[in-house]
């Protein structure tokens, strides 16, 4: 059984992060899409940091449609193998406008961030210093 470990006790020391959304009996942690993990707390975790390309209608193109569900299943299947997830908040906690918490995860002492970009399934973006005026292209290529 994959174990949610250090960033849970974060969460119970700090009481900032609220456990288990009520109703939801999805395994943990699951990849909503390259940039947000669902790891068993009230809100989805945002990667920090980084941008992966768009599903669905909000994609700008094909081939980031099509590149969000190869990163998507990408991901799926490294967190499913693995044996260690641990959330990585910010602290203090920060969320973003859809309310999602914002940090990491390191997957069997592996940074996610730096392991999807090398992957090529995200991009680094830093959205505190220039908001979407420096949000990756994901339709340049």
Not at 13 to 31: F, N, T
Not at 33 to 50: A, H, K, Y
């Amino acid at each position: 059984m994959r174990v949610i470990l250090v960033g849970l006790a974060l969460a119970l020391i700090s009481g900032s992060w609220a456990l288990a959304k009520p109703g939801d009996h999805r395994p943990h942690p699951y990849v909503v899409d390259p940039d947000t993990i669902d790891v068993g707390l009230s809100e989805n975790l945002r990667i920090i940091g980084v941008d992966g390309p768009e599903k669905g209608w909000r994609a700008e193109c094909k081939a980031e449609r099509e590149l969000e569900v190869l990163g998507t299943a990408y991901a799926k299947e490294w967190l499913s193998n693995a044996k260690v997830v641990t959330p990585r908040p910010t602290l203090p906690t920060r969320t973003d406008r859809y309310g999602r918490y914002l940090g990491n995860l390191t997957v069997d002492g592996l940074d996610y961030a730096e392991t999807m970009i090398a992957a090529g399934y995200l991009r680094r973006w830093d959205y505190d210093a220039c908001g979407r005026a420096c949000k990756p292209n994901w339709c340049d290529e």
